[in-house]
């Protein structure tokens, strides 16, 4: 084709000093232009100002991101968070509509950490706040005395289902994850397969079954050193593939409606 895809990267809204930012981390935007091989695009958290129409109008797929904040309990009836917690109601308010719109409209979607949790609470799932107080989990927290690198290192196995997205793009039945997270699925959404286990039983990655389009969401971060990881970098050029498609097929439309 001849130009490159249009990848949505969703982004969190950060109060820095007196002035309000949009920001999404380097690793994202970064795995998108170098693994997805997509032109990425900073969404702004602006549920007021634009509709999820207005912007899957302009995309070939989204990339919903990690994030330090955790979607406010009540969007799936959940108990109040903890003192302290961070949240986020712009990056809500915006990605948890945007999600169901990118889905039913056959955009394809990658969801990873917060975003495999936003996909999972958009389609009426909820989330355990605290996994590591939560029955027989083991604790996915990364260790914050460790450098950045030993803390993105591979933590934990994660047992691969057959017969779903990630078997289908060759992963092994088990791959190593890293395991960065404080929150995970406590009750899977209804038309959400799991993709992914880990060992104590959590669910590690998702799809959607009826998506039209590429739709998977991973607990883990694959985008982190992405061309280093050949199990990540699957996962990346999968989802590019299905945005270059989907630039096709918008490019053939307008094409034929001009």
């Known amino acids: 084709m001849s130009r490159l895809p249009l990848i949505g990267v969703t982004a969190c809204s950060k109060q820095i000093g007196l002035h309000a930012y949009h920001i999404s981390g380097d690793k994202y935007v970064r795995a998108v232009a170098s693994a997805a091989k997509g032109l990425p695009l900073i969404l702004p958290s602006l549920a007021d100002l634009q509709t999820s129409s207005d912007i899957l109008d302009a995309l070939d797929g989204i990339l919903f991101t990690g994030s330090p904040s955790n979607i406010e309990p009540f969007h799936y009836n959940g108990p109040a968070s903890a003192p302290g917690t961070a949240h986020d109601s712009a990056r809500d308010a915006t990605t948890l509509p945007l999600i ?21 609470v958009a389609f009426g799932g909820s989330l355990h706040q605290k996994v590591h107080e939560a029955g027989p989990f083991m604790d996915h927290r990364e260790d914050d005395s460790l450098p950045l690198e030993g803390q993105y290192a591979p933590s934990h196995p994660v047992h691969v289902q057959p017969g779903g997205v990630l078997a289908g793009l060759g992963l092994a039945s088990e791959i190593q994850v890293n395991s960065i997270h404080g929150q995970g699925i406590e009750r899977l959404a209804p038309g959400l397969r799991v993709e992914a286990v880990a060992p104590d039983g959590l669910i590690e990655a998702v799809s959607i079954i009826e998506g039209k389009a590429f739709a998977l969401g991973v ?4 985008e982190w050193q992405v061309s280093f990881n050949p199990d990540y970098l699957a996962i990346f050029q999968a989802f590019g593939d299905a945005c270059r498609k989907h630039a096709l097929q918008r490019d053939a439309d307008a094409s034929n409606n001009a």
């Open 100 to 120: 169901r719109a990118a889905v039913e409209a056959g955009v394809p979607v990658l969801g990873i950490c917060r975003g495999f949790q936003e996909m999972n």
């Open 219 to 222: 607990q883990w971060h694959p």
